[in-house]
T-cell receptor, first 113, second 113 residues
């Protein structure tokens, strides 16, 4: 079945450490996204990528980094510069031709301990 | 600036009762409009979408939504709620000509048996 796989589902990080969240899709979608979700704040865009080897900052990119070396993969690194990283992170993808909706993965809950 | 407002943070209904979740948007042209549902700890699932044409759109799980341009609204409705509908619901706007989506802050639905 086609879909978006995020791993791990739960992740714990010590303060001062970098951590990478995985996002893989087999939908053959060109565009991929990372969102952060906090209670009562909806989804906020961290980064998005329209094609391989290209990505743009979203509204809250500080303290995060991404890469897009393959069409299927869009990993997110939460760096030690992110002051409040505890949150639920969602990856999404969509086709770029025409008007379409985004498809979401099941999310990764990151907790700083 | 583009924005999406979901004025109700929490809504409680009895099983079998009708449901209407409100969504208002601010956008300079006709937007793409979406409703997503999220169960706790899960990703977002698309319920329905509006791109153009008939302003009353049907979705999955018995949901429908009506686009009202004069009111800048896209309210979600269901004639009879089931206990399994308890979840958080997000309205979203897709900006034409970009790959970005703007999400509301969500409405959490509780269903009483």
């Amino acid at each position: 079945d086609g879909g978006i796989t995020q791993s791990p589902k739960y992740l714990f990080r010590k303060e001062g450490q970098n951590v990478t969240l995985s996002c893989e899709q087999n939908l053959n979608h060109d565009a991929m996204y990372w969102y952060r979700q906090d209670p009562g704040q909806g989804l906020r865009l961290i980064y998005y990528s329209q094609i391989v080897n290209d990505f743009q900052k979203g509204d809250i990119a500080e303290g995060y980094s991404v890469s897009r070396e393959k069409k299927e993969s869009f990993p997110l690194t939460v760096t030690s510069a992110q002051k409040n990283p505890t949150a639920f992170y969602l990856c999404a993808s969509r086709v770029t031709a025409g008007v379409t909706e985004a498809f979401f993965g099941q999310g990764t809950r990151l907790t700083v301990v | 600036a583009q924005s999406v407002t979901q004025p109700d943070i929490h809504i409680t209904v009895s099983e079998g009762a009708s449901l209407e979740l409100r969504c208002n948007y601010s956008y300079g042209a006709t937007p793409y409009l979406f409703w997503y549902v999220q169960s706790p700890g899960q990703g977002l699932q698309l319920l329905l979408k509006y791109f153009s044409g008939d302003t009353l759109v049907q979705g999955i799980k018995g949901f429908e939504a009506e686009f009202k341009r004069s009111q800048s609204s896209f309210n979600l409705r269901k004639p009879s709620v089931h206990w399994s509908d308890a979840a958080e619901y997000f309205c979203a706007v897709g900006a034409r000509g970009t790959y970005k989506y703007i999400f509301g802050t969500g409405t959490r639905l509780k269903v009483l048996a």
